[in-house]
């Protein structure tokens, strides 16, 4: 599987917005790059992905590089619920069994009121 | 979004015994469920796939003997964690694939089940 590099952790304030970086230099040009977020004692919970263009949700954006070797996720307005665990994931373009997620360590976010 | 749920949040057991975890898709059918152990302070570990009406894919390193899974129908796996240790110990999740509009894929996991062995 392609590897995924996140910063071990990030701290921001409420209401500012976040950027929480991924470097994915090994990125093939089938894998789609997912995010998704773990609150503690709770399952991961999704919260976007994208190919090659940036994408917008309710919850966040996702900036992709034009070289798709790194992308951005960005928290418009931090809450303090938005503290948790942030792992960017490369998924292969296949389905099956081949959706299976491989987690990194991914970033733990600190929100301070 | 659509809803996995696990049961039972959290148990505790006896070193020896054998604990089921079931994992439940509430309203949509999943062929395809993934089973995910997590320790304290670590990242989610691939466990197994779970195929419904065949036998699951487990991954380097996990036995099956010990961690039986069961995709009977649908809409709900089972984990049976065989012959409990303390290390067994962990937060295991569940999840499964869902197709979504426009042919997009999401995983949706459940809540998570705290196993303790004592």
């Known amino acids: 599987d392609a590897k995924t590099t996140q910063p071990n952790s990030m701290e921001s304030n409420e209401e500012e917005p976040v950027h929480l970086p991924c470097n994915h230099s090994t990125i093939s040009g089938t894998d789609y790059i997912h995010w998704y977020r773990q609150l503690p004692s709770q399952g991961p919970e999704y919260v976007i992905h994208g190919l090659t263009s940036n994408v917008n949700n309710r919850m966040a954006s996702l900036a992709i590089a034009e070289d798709r070797k790194s992308s951005t996720l960005i928290l418009h307005r931090a809450t303090l619920r938005d503290a948790a665990v942030y792992y960017c994931?490369?998924?292969?373009?296949?389905?099956?069994?081949?959706?299976?997620?491989?987690f990194g360590k991914g970033t733990l976010l600190t929100v301070n009121p | 979004g659509a809803v996995v749920s696990q049961h039972p949040s959290r148990v505790i057991c006896k070193s020896g015994t054998s604990v089921k975890i079931e994992c439940r898709s509430l309203d949509f059918q999943a062929t395809t469920m993934f089973w995910y152990r997590q320790f304290p302070k670590q990242s989610l570990m691939l466990m197994a796939t779970?195929?419904?009406?065949?036998?699951?894919?487990?991954e380097q390193g996990v036995e099956k003997d010990k961690f039986l899974i069961n995709h009977a129908s649908l809409t709900l796996s089972t984990l049976t964690v065989t012959s409990a240790h303390p290390e067994d110990s962990s937060f295991y999740i569940c999840s499964a694939r869902v197709i979504t509009g426009k042919g997009n894929t999401e995983a949706f996991f459940g809540q998570g089940t705290r196993l303790t062995v004592v």
């Open positions: 994931i490369l998924r292969q373009n296949s389905g099956g069994s081949n959706y299976k997620l491989t």
């Open positions: 779970s195929n419904e009406g065949s036998k699951a894919t487990y």
